[in-house]
């Protein structure tokens, strides 16, 4: 991969718009902070995140390829041409209510189809939701699994928690070891009012 630009960073890593060399396409390429990758070893992290690439589905964004690159954990991505929702709601504050349920209902596909092969989000938000034409993409899927079964007990004894306190349900919030499907469905339902009332 040749690295071109930085396109933005959150909590857990950083996002470069990258040149697969082998294919010659566009791709997302997330680097985990250094901190987190340390806490969780590369082992662990790429044989947790062989879960997130057994997802097909036409709502999620698929994983290409992980690994590690001096002790820098990364995972890739399609480069989707498109938006965020969260860049949607910043823009227009409130969305018609058509699209808002045609989003809802496409990541609500999303989550069932994960749901029944055992795999919870764990971060549904408007970042990670991507709009590209009529199509709505949800991203990151188990990666927050991924790093906090990886990382097991490090990950709270360092303080560092999972997920984005406006979206979260509130036993994930108080950091209950189960997190069930319920946390996305209430996620997305945090994301839904969102959609609809521009709060």
Known sequence: YRLERELGQGGMAT??????????RK?????LHPELSAI???ER???EIELTASLQHPHIL??????AAEHQLYYVMPFVEGETLRSRLEREKQL??????RIAKEVASALEYAHRRGVVHRDIKPENVLLQG?????????IALAVQQAGGSRMTQTGMS?????????EQAMGEREITARSDVYALGCVLYEMLTGD
């Open 45 to 47: 992290f790429l044989k």
């Open 40 to 42: 969780i070893g590369t």
């Open 27 to 31: 791709v997302a390429i997330k680097v």
């Open 62 to 67: 698929p994983l290409f390829d992980s690994g």
């Open 15 to 24: 996002v470069y718009l990258a040149e697969d060399l082998k294919h010659r």
């Open 96 to 101: 018609p209510i058509d699209d808002a349920v």
């Open 162 to 170: 999972l997920g984005t306190p406006h979206y979260m349900s509130p």
């Open 134 to 142: 009529d199509a709505t993409l949800v991203a990151d899927f188990g």
